[in-house]
């Protein structure tokens, strides 16, 4: 089996390991309620997705909404 004749530097492996740094989660708006979802899902404030309802509606999650 392969190894390494030498041994990486500090400086090496740290320069490979910053491609690996997190991304931010992205986000859509429902457009059944307009609130902020991740997208893909189905919206956690009214249940649906793709245009019609897959899970019963919760509570209301935004603050105008009473």
Same mark, same amino acid.
């Given at each position: 089996?392969?190894?390494? &004749?030498?041994? !990486?530097?500090?400086? &090496?492996?740290?320069?490979? +390991?910053?491609?690996?740094?997190?991304?931010?989660?992205?986000?859509? !708006?429902?457009?059944?309620?307009?609130?902020?979802?991740?997208?893909? +899902?189905?919206?956690?404030?009214?249940?649906?997705?793709?245009?019609?309802?897959?899970?019963?509606?919760? &509570?209301?999650?935004?603050?105008?909404?009473?």
């Amino acid at each position: 089996m392969a190894l390494p &004749k030498r041994r !990486k530097s500090h400086a &090496k492996v740290r320069t490979r +390991r910053q491609q690996w740094r997190a991304t931010p989660v992205t986000s859509t !708006k429902c457009p059944n309620c307009s609130l902020v979802m991740m997208p893909h +899902r189905a919206c956690m404030n009214c249940g649906h997705y793709n245009g019609r309802a897959v899970l019963p509606p919760r &509570k209301s999650m935004r603050p105008d909404a009473q």
